[in-house]
Nanobody, 115 residues
C-alpha cells in the first residue's frame, strides 16, 4: 500500500504562484509515474501534469508554460510549481501515483484563484 499526502493549496490572486507538494510513503520502491490531476466544480477530473519513471512529462494544454512538475526521488515527493495562476485554475488538486503495487490518489488540496 502507498499513502499520498498533499500540501500547499490555498487562496491566491490571479497572476500569483503556488507550489504543491505530495509525499508518498509505504510501498514506494517501484514507481511508474507520479503527477497531479484536478477537478473543478461541476467538471470531471482532468490531468494537469504527469512525470513518468523515465522522466517524460505531460502537461494539459491549459497549463503548459505556467506549471512545472518535478520529483525528488530521495524524498519520494512530487511537486507542482504553478505560476501565473488564473481563476480557471481553481480546483481540487489530487496527487496521483502509479506504483508496482497499484494506482493511488491523495485526499486532494484546494486551490482557489480569485481577486
Amino acid at each position: 500500500q502507498v499513502q499520498l499526502v498533499e500540501s500547499g493549496g490555498g487562496l491566491v490572486q490571479p497572476g500569483e504562484s503556488l507550489r504543491l507538494s505530495c509525499a508518498a510513503s509505504g510501498s514506494v520502491s517501484s514507481v511508474y509515474a507520479m503527477g497531479w490531476y484536478r477537478q473543478a466544480p461541476g467538471k470531471q477530473r482532468e490531468l494537469a501534469a504527469l512525470s513518468t519513471n523515465i522522466y517524460t512529462t505531460t502537461y494539459a494544454n491549459s497549463v503548459k508554460g505556467r506549471f512545472t512538475i518535478s520529483r525528488d526521488n530521495a524524498k519520494n515527493t512530487v511537486y507542482l510549481q504553478m505560476n501565473s495562476l488564473k481563476p480557471e485554475d481553481t480546483a481540487v488538486y489530487y496527487c496521483y501515483g502509479h506504483f508496482i503495487s497499484g494506482e493511488y490518489w491523495g485526499q486532494g488540496t484546494q486551490v482557489t484563484v480569485s481577486s
